[in-house]
Structure formats: structure tokens, C-alpha cells
């Protein structure tokens, strides 16, 4: 079903885009690579896509933190989650290393390098209880809401696929920009409306902690997000509080 709703995504491109106001932007040709899944208009969105060597060393190392036996939670996303390594340190050590979880986050990583990790890798030979998805953030320079809801859907089909056993915390994408008028937070606000109705009740629970960062009025504080994107000590001091009790919560703790 859910890898349907990404087609059904992909679909809807042509119509959502021919919309007053919004020119459809066609993708560069490009010489074909191998995809699980292929279609029109996603700019790659939702095609499985490595990187370069330093990337390839990180996931390497993401790789050799899955041992069978050993990962009851992993933290799947870009540099906003492999920041718990960072300056979110504290707040990892004190709420999710006692639960057994693991970092897979890379800095810069869109949809589509998250479902080659995802392929190969990633999660062989672990059946983590939770997976804690967030990621998105950097499509919304160059994807739709609804190809960046492609992606992500892409992804939690393929969790669910590879580790149906495994609840997924979907995380929509945090707020960025300075306040609500930033277009890229516009985007990711959209695509968040899009990717909610994943939820299920099960396996795929949705949840939304963006307004924990914000202002009554919707403004992003540098003291949460210095450069309004990643966060600061405080912001991972957030994000831990609002979603430890979740975590534990599928956990059965």
C-alpha cells in the first residue's frame, strides 16, 4: 500500500503541477541508471542514488554500528540527525543510548541516497524495533512537496519491506528559514501534509514536533537553529524531549 501511495504521488505530479500559478519544471536528460522504482517527473527523488567516497566511508562506518543482537532503535537521516554526534551529544547520551540506538544519519543526504543506503547495507542483518525517520529537507531546493513525499514514502515502503517487524517514527521535516514565509519551509510544511496520512496506527506512526522550535508566531530563534537548519544544544535538547516518550513508547518500556 504504501509503496502505491508513492506512485500515486508520482502520478499526481502532472496534474498538481499544471495548477494556476505553478510552471512545470522538466528534468534535465540524464543518462539512465538502475532504479526499484522509476517515475515521471520525480527528479530522482525516489531513485536509489550513492555519493561520493567520503560519503561512502560514513556509511561504511553506519554499516559497522549494525550488529545483529545489538540495535533496538536507529535514527535514519541527513546532517540534522547525524548532529546527535555533535551537538547533540548530551542529549543522545542521556535519552537514546541506554534504549540500544544507533546514528545512521549523513550530512547532505536526500530521499534518494537514503534508499540506496537503505539497499545496501544499512539495516542487513538488525531488526531494530523502531526506526526514527526525518529526512526531506534537502529535496525542498530542487523537488515538489509532492516528489519529496514520494521519496519519503518510498522509504517507509522500503522499511516496511525489509523489517516488517520494525515500528517507524516518521518525523516530519523540521522548520527552516527564519519564519513562515521562507519558501523552503513552505515546501517541507507541504510535503509534511502529504507524507501525515502515512500513518497507520501499527506500523508507521506520524509525528510532527515543528512547532516545539518555533515562536508563538511561527519564528525560528537562532539559539535553536543557529543558521535556521541545524540545530544547536538546545534544539537536540528538544527534539530528545519530544520524542523519547514516543521512542519508549514503541519500544513496550
Known amino acids: 500500500m504504501i509503496v502505491a501511495r508513492a506512485r500515486h504521488f508520482a502520478a499526481m505530479l502532472v496534474v498538481v503541477l499544471a495548477g494556476p500559478g505553478i510552471a512545470f519544471a522538466q528534468a534535465p536528460a540524464a543518462p539512465a541508471k538502475p532504479a526499484a522504482v522509476k517515475m515521471a517527473g520525480e527528479k530522482e527523488s525516489v531513485t536509489p542514488v550513492p555519493r561520493d567516497a567520503k560519503w561512502m566511508k560514513r556509511h561504511e562506518l553506519i554499516k559497522s554500528r549494525a550488529v545483529p543482537g545489538a540495535v533496538d532503535v536507529i535514527f535514519l537521516g541527513d546532517?540534522?540527525?547525524q548532529g546527535w554526534e555533535g551537538a547533540g551529544?548530551?542529549?543522545?547520551?542521556?535519552?537514546?543510548?541506554?534504549l540500544k540506538a544507533i546514528n545512521a544519519?549523513?550530512?547532505?543526504?536526500?530521499t534518494e541516497h537514503v534508499l540506496w543506503r537503505l539497499a545496501n547495507g544499512t539495516i542487513t542483518g538488525i531488526t531494530p524495533k523502531v526506526a526514527v525517520l526525518l529526512i526531506g529537507t534537502n529535496n525542498s531546493r530542487t523537488n515538489t512537496p509532492e516528489q519529496i513525499a514520494a521519496g519519503i514514502t518510498a522509504i517507509v515502503g522500503t522499511l516496511r519491506e525489509k523489517l516488517?517487524?520494525?515500528?517507524?517514527?516518521?518525523?516530519?521535516?523540521f522548520p527552516r528559514g527564519a519564519d513562515p514565509s521562507d519558501p523552503l519551509r513552505k515546501t517541507n510544511a507541504a510535503a509534511n501534509e502529504l507524507v501525515k496520512s502515512l500513518d497507520d496506527g501499527k506500523h508507521v506512526f506520524y509525528l510532527d514536533i515543528g512547532p516545539r522550535f518555533l515562536t508563538a508566531d511561527g519564528v525560528l530563534e537562532k539559539r535553536v537553529m543557529p543558521d535556521l537548519l541545524h540545530l544547536s544544544p538546545e534544539g537536540y535538547a528538544i527534539w530528545a524531549g519530544a520524542v523519547e516518550p514516543k521512542v519508549r513508547e514503541l519500544l513496550g518500556k
Request: charged share 30%.
Open 105 to 110: 544519519g549523513i550530512g547532505g543526504d536526500r
Open 164 to 173: 516488517p517487524e520494525t515500528k517507524i517514527l516518521l518525523l516530519a521535516i
Open 89 to 98: 551529544k548530551e542529549a543522545w547520551e542521556k535519552s537514546f543510548a541506554p
Open 79 to 81: 546532517s540534522i540527525t
